[in-house]
């Protein structure tokens, strides 16, 4: 156990003191704050540039009904519709709204640009031009204008969820964030400190430093040994992420919090709801959304499940990978048996962002997030919707059995493996090596 | 000292070693000789408790083999590895440890290697910023450092150049004058008659010869002469009864004949009758290297 101890030590050390380590531990969460930073800013910034549209409307229904935004303004001009689409490259302007007389038709409205113009701005005329054409013929219906705008309702949903301390907010879309992150996260890193532990073997297998140390202690210790101090590194380099990305949130969210408009706006909107409501700005409140939702994630808990999950699932497929770097004589020889490790990975990952997120209940997602192959993923999803407590313990049971079950299935190939220089491996080789008595 | 009795070990479609067994004596400097794929390796394997035999059993000083003989044993093995990234220093003192040392003894005792072998400045360095010669003899360290009772060499010359190699084999020598058994593993025999004090032959998984080098040599003498001559007047040419010539050739001055004289008589009996014949100016036996007798019993074999 001792010299296991030596072994975790050096693997844990000899990672840990390269610059490589270091420059991942900062760059990564600086990387994630200056997304943060650009998120935030377009959304208080929005488009700055304004864009601008000429009305050219045969019709007069529209003369002046159309609304100003922060991005788009109207402009009403006269004249024939060619003269006006010559104008318009002539002149360099954005937009050229045509309404013929009988825009009643089909496909007759028209909007002219040289550049394309962006879904958001084409549905948001589209939307100014339902509601004026509306509002027109309920008053030719003799329906009075107070009537109108007090019938006008704006339904906005708010996803409560009940647990035993009471209403809590259920921000779906922050749940779907957190589960997405958190499930990429141990993707990724199931990857590269897999990888890592793999690299280890090859080297020492091609150094050939493996007799040496086989001679002085058991290969289970080895790997084992091996394994737990990639283990760690990535561990600390995790909680050293975790601690960094808080660290730098807050004051990036101080900074932020600052900087006086988007103060005002916040404030305006937090005390001010009403408000939000008469006058919705898509991009604001969904910031403030942001901002709320992210309040209401249980981060330890969040955490705490991560931490676990990439700890089980970086054993089950830590051991699997030491087994194929001691199969092989180099890297590149390792493709032919990386492909059934990856498999369930990439499978889990692919149904879990695209079935999971949708479904965190169903029975597909809770096999899923009990086999303990797909577990580490597909529980991650589901852990920031809510996991009843009975399948998560039995999915970190499943998990440490896995383990322990594959740590075996490996150790028995490896202890064979390390040894064997210069030829191809095939399953069938490998088979007879899990065969081979001590 | 080491005991190896009847050790066979079998892989999946050969058999490694069959029903193997060797005594090594307290002391003794134990030539372990064999072409490639004889089985020497999986015989090293075996004592360093990297596999285990199929059946047969090894002791040491009478107490069958387990892991705590660990620490007794050093072994270099044939293909030399270091972590390439690793500082030489960290590395010994990791290599140490693992063999059961605690750090500050380790620490000691690396530094006196160090500076026996001039090695000093080595400490920071990586083994990649080192030449090949350089990284054997840190490997040669590595293997001894820990005092092992037992030292294990799998062809511990290769890559060696004549003065590094000179410089390892008067360490091997001291080691063992100071008590510690040492077993050379080669096929190039040469290397062997000059150090080892008892060897044993092993070919397709077979010992097939064991025994003290100068035991064996003399076991294989068949009174064969070489002798040298001026052949002023006339050539030595065969005697039924007393001597055959089975090889003859001009030297660069002079003749020289190699005979086999007849099992009943000996020297003094050819000489009394080429004398009046011819001027000898040299005889010598023809003792057959270790390499002949290789030669002769794996030929015979096959």
Same mark, same amino acid.
């Given at each position: 156990?001792?010299?296991?101890?030596?072994?975790?030590?050096?693997?844990?050390?000899?990672?840990?003191?390269?610059?490589?380590?270091?420059?991942?531990?900062?760059?990564?969460?600086?990387?994630?704050?200056?997304?943060?930073?650009?998120?935030?800013?377009?959304?208080?910034?929005?488009?700055?540039?304004?864009?601008?549209?000429?009305?050219?409307?045969?019709?007069?229904?529209?003369?002046?009904?159309?609304?100003?935004?922060?991005?788009?303004?109207?402009?009403?001009?006269?004249?024939?519709?060619?003269?006006?689409?010559?104008?318009?490259?002539?002149?360099?302007?954005?937009?050229?709204?045509?309404?013929?007389?009988?825009?009643?038709?089909?496909?007759?409205?028209?909007?002219?640009?040289?550049?394309?113009?962006?879904?958001?701005?084409?549905?948001?005329?589209?939307?100014?031009?339902?509601?004026?054409?509306?509002?027109?013929?309920?008053?030719?219906?003799?329906?009075?204008?107070?009537?109108?705008?007090?019938?006008?309702?704006?339904?906005?949903?708010?996803?409560?969820?009940?647990?035993?301390?009471?209403?809590?907010?259920?921000?779906?879309?922050? @749940? !779907?964030?957190?589960? $997405?992150?958190?499930?990429? /996260? &141990? *993707?990724?890193? #199931? =990857?590269?400190?897999?990888?890592?532990?793999?690299?280890?073997?090859?080297?020492?297998?091609?150094?050939?430093?493996?007799?040496?140390?086989?001679?002085?202690?058991?290969?289970?210790?080895?790997?084992?040994?091996?394994?737990?101090?990639?283990?760690?590194?990535?561990?600390?380099?995790?909680?050293?992420?975790?601690?960094?990305?808080?660290?730098?949130?807050?004051?990036?969210?101080?900074?932020?919090?600052?900087?006086?408009?988007?103060?005002?706006?916040?404030?305006?909107?937090?005390?001010?709801?009403?408000?939000?409501?008469?006058?919705?700005?898509?991009?604001?409140?969904?910031?403030?959304?942001?901002?709320?939702?992210?309040?209401?994630?249980?981060?330890?808990?969040?955490?705490? @499940? !991560?931490?676990?999950? $990439?700890?089980?699932?970086? /054993? &089950? *497929?830590?051991? #699997? =990978?030491?087994?194929?770097?001691?199969?092989?004589?180099?890297?590149?020889?390792?493709?032919?048996?990386?492909?059934?490790?990856?498999?369930?990975?990439?499978?889990?990952?692919?149904?879990?962002?695209?079935?999971?997120?949708?479904?965190?209940?169903?029975?597909?997602?809770?096999?899923?997030?009990?086999?303990?192959?797909?577990?580490?993923?597909?529980?991650?999803?589901?852990?920031?919707?809510?996991?009843?407590?009975?399948?998560?313990?039995?999915?970190?049971?499943?998990?440490?059995?896995?383990?322990?079950?594959?740590?075996?299935?490996?150790?028995?190939?490896?202890?064979?493996?390390?040894?064997?220089?210069?030829?191809?491996?095939?399953?069938?080789?490998?088979?007879?090596?899990?065969?081979?008595?001590? | 000292?080491?005991?190896?009795?009847?050790?066979?070990?079998?892989?999946?479609?050969?058999?490694?070693?069959?029903?193997?067994?060797?005594?090594?004596?307290?002391?003794?400097?134990?030539?372990?000789?064999?072409?490639?794929?004889?089985?020497?390796?999986?015989?090293?394997?075996?004592?360093?408790?990297?596999?285990?035999?199929?059946?047969?059993?090894?002791?040491?000083?009478?107490?069958?083999?387990?892991?705590?003989?660990?620490?007794?044993?050093?072994?270099?093995?044939?293909?030399?590895?270091?972590?390439?990234?690793?500082?030489?220093?960290?590395?010994?003192?990791?290599?140490?440890?693992?063999?059961?040392?605690?750090?500050?003894?380790?620490?000691?005792?690396?530094?006196?290697?160090?500076?026996?072998?001039?090695?000093?400045?080595?400490?920071?360095?990586?083994?990649?910023?080192?030449?090949?010669?350089?990284?054997?003899?840190?490997?040669?360290?590595?293997?001894?450092?820990?005092?092992?009772?037992?030292?294990?060499?799998?062809?511990?010359?290769?890559?060696?150049?004549?003065?590094?190699?000179?410089?390892?084999?008067?360490?091997?020598?001291?080691?063992?004058?100071?008590?510690?058994?040492?077993?050379?593993?080669?096929?190039?025999?040469?290397?062997?008659?000059?150090?080892?004090?008892?060897?044993?032959?092993?070919?397709?998984?077979?010992?097939?010869?064991?025994?003290?080098?100068?035991?064996?040599?003399?076991?294989?003498?068949?009174?064969?002469?070489?002798?040298?001559?001026?052949?002023?007047?006339?050539?030595?040419?065969?005697?039924?009864?007393?001597?055959?010539?089975?090889?003859?050739?001009?030297?660069?001055?002079?003749?020289?004949?190699?005979?086999?004289?007849?099992?009943?008589?000996?020297?003094?009996?050819?000489?009394?009758?080429?004398?009046?014949?011819?001027?000898?100016?040299?005889?010598?036996?023809?003792?057959?290297?270790?390499?002949?007798?290789?030669?002769?019993?794996?030929?015979?074999?096959?």
């Amino acid at each position: 156990m001792n010299k296991t101890l030596l072994i975790i030590q050096r693997e844990y050390f000899s990672r840990v003191k390269k610059k490589s380590f270091l420059l991942m531990t900062f760059l990564v969460p600086t990387l994630f704050i200056a997304m943060y930073a650009v998120v935030i800013f377009i959304f208080i910034k929005g488009d700055d540039k304004v864009k601008e549209f000429r009305v050219l409307d045969e019709s007069g229904v529209f003369v002046n009904k159309l609304q100003d935004k922060k991005n788009v303004d109207f402009k009403y001009i006269n004249g024939s519709y060619s003269d006006a689409k010559k104008d318009l490259i002539a002149s360099e302007g954005d937009f050229l709204l045509y309404i013929p007389k009988n825009y009643e038709g089909k496909n007759q409205i028209e909007i002219v640009s040289e550049k394309k113009p962006g879904l958001n701005i084409v549905g948001d005329v589209q939307d100014q031009m339902e509601n004026v054409l509306q509002n027109k013929r309920l008053l030719e219906a003799g329906i009075d204008t107070s009537i109108i705008n007090q019938a006008k309702a704006k339904v906005i949903i708010q996803a409560k969820q009940i647990t035993e301390d009471g209403e809590k907010d259920a921000s779906v879309g922050a @749940t !779907f964030v957190v589960g $997405f992150v958190a499930a990429f /996260l &141990i *993707y990724i890193s #199931l =990857f590269i400190y897999g990888t890592q532990v793999m690299r280890g073997v090859i080297e020492e297998k091609t150094t050939r430093i493996i007799e040496v140390i086989v001679s002085s202690v058991k290969p289970f210790q080895l790997m084992l040994g091996k394994i737990l101090g990639i283990g760690m590194v990535g561990l600390t380099q995790f909680l050293l992420w975790i601690i960094l990305s808080a660290g730098l949130a807050t004051i990036a969210g101080t900074i932020m919090m600052n900087s006086d408009s988007s103060k005002a706006k916040i404030e305006q909107m937090k005390n001010n709801p009403d408000q939000n409501l008469q006058q919705p700005d898509a991009r604001t409140s969904a910031f403030l959304n942001f901002s709320k939702a992210a309040d209401t994630v249980d981060f330890p808990y969040i955490i705490g @499940t !991560f931490l676990f999950y $990439f700890l089980g699932g970086y /054993l &089950i *497929y830590s051991a #699997l =990978f030491a087994a194929v770097g001691s199969a092989v004589d180099n890297e590149t020889e390792t493709q032919q048996f990386m492909l059934p490790i990856t498999l369930p990975l990439i499978f889990t990952f692919i149904i879990g962002m695209n079935f999971i997120v949708n479904n965190p209940d169903s029975s597909l997602s809770f096999w899923l997030s009990m086999i303990p192959f797909t577990s580490p993923i597909a529980m991650m999803i589901r852990v920031p919707f809510g996991v009843p407590v009975w399948q998560l313990l039995l999915s970190m049971a499943l998990l440490i059995g896995g383990f322990i079950f594959t740590t075996w299935v490996a150790a028995r190939i490896y202890r064979v493996g390390i040894l064997m220089y210069g030829k191809k491996t095939s399953y069938k080789e490998i088979a007879k090596w899990f065969m081979y008595k001590e | 000292m080491l005991s190896i009795k009847n050790i066979v070990k079998q892989y999946a479609n050969h058999l490694a070693l069959d029903d193997v067994s060797i005594e090594i004596e307290q002391g003794s400097i134990f030539g372990l000789l064999g072409p490639n794929g004889a089985g020497k390796t999986s015989l090293i394997r075996i004592i360093n408790q990297i596999t285990a035999p199929d059946s047969g059993e090894i002791r040491i000083n009478g107490e069958k083999l387990n892991p705590s003989h660990i620490s007794q044993i050093g072994y270099l093995p044939e293909e030399r590895g270091l972590y390439k990234k690793m500082e030489i220093g960290d590395q010994m003192l990791y290599l140490a440890q693992l063999k059961g040392m605690s750090k500050s003894e380790a620490t000691k005792k690396i530094k006196y290697w160090f500076e026996k072998m001039e090695m000093q400045s080595w400490w920071k360095k990586k083994v990649e910023d080192l030449s090949k010669g350089m990284q054997q003899k840190v490997q040669f360290v590595a293997t001894i450092v820990h005092d092992p009772k037992l030292i294990i060499l799998d062809e511990p010359f290769s890559g060696f150049d004549p003065v590094n190699a000179e410089i390892i084999t008067r360490e091997i020598l001291e080691l063992n004058q100071k008590g510690a058994t040492i077993i050379f593993s080669t096929h190039r025999m040469e290397s062997v008659e000059q150090l080892c004090d008892n060897i044993a032959l092993i070919h397709k998984s077979r010992k097939i010869l064991d025994g003290k080098v100068k035991n064996i040599k003399n076991s294989y003498r068949n009174n064969t002469f070489k002798i040298d001559y001026f052949s002023d007047n006339g050539v030595i040419e065969s005697y039924p009864g007393l001597f055959e010539v089975l090889n003859e050739k001009t030297l660069e001055e002079g003749k020289q004949v190699t005979v086999k004289i007849a099992d009943d008589k000996n020297t003094n009996d050819v000489l009394q009758y080429l004398l009046p014949k011819v001027r000898i100016t040299q005889v010598n036996e023809v003792i057959p290297s270790i390499n002949d007798i290789f030669i002769q019993n794996v030929t015979a074999l096959n």
